[in-house]
């Protein structure tokens, strides 16, 4: 792979390495420190350069990379950051009531499988489809969409309003 190849490569897909890896484990800092090493394992890696397969490759590596990080840190997927809802209310018991439902909703995703966190969050916050999700993540669009229907199902037991 030429300086160039890898140049662009980085610039196209760093983004989307370092956010891959921010769903997979909820830290910012851990998601740009291991998007950095998986640009550096691919700079020396001596292969021919063709998008595709240099696409699917940096996702093998970042996911190789992300579960050795789990390995010899013991780290728990539980370190996702607070969502910000957009929500205003003047009313003290409609601010309690969005404060409990905030709270539930960031326990159930917490609690979530991986796998089903991993796609709900690309879809919802990234607005990725079935499709795109199932690329990135090498899974089939039916598993993709199995567990995205586990998610809601979860969320709608949980979430009960009312």
Do not use: W
């Amino acid at each position: 792979m030429s300086e160039k190849e890898f140049k662009y490569c980085y610039d196209e897909y760093f983004d989307a390495i370092r956010s891959y890896i921010y769903y997979r484990s909820g830290d910012e800092e851990l998601s740009s420190d291991l998007a950095q090493e998986v640009f550096l394992r691919l700079f020396e890696k001596d292969f021919e350069f063709i998008e595709s397969k240099t696409k699917n490759l940096l996702y093998s590596i970042a996911n190789q990379a992300f579960l050795m990080h789990l390995r010899g840190k013991k780290v728990s997927d539980r370190h996702l950051q607070s969502i910000e809802f957009r929500y205003e209310t003047e009313d003290p018991q409609q601010q309690l009531q969005y404060a409990e439902l905030k709270k539930e909703y960031e326990k159930t995703l917490a609690d979530m499988p991986e796998g089903q966190r991993v796609v709900f969050l690309m879809s919802r916050t990234e607005d990725l489809t079935y499709k795109e999700i199932s690329e990135r993540l090498e899974l089939s669009v039916k598993a993709v969409e199995k567990r995205m229907s586990q998610a809601l199902k979860l969320f709608r037991k949980k979430l009960k309003v009312g």
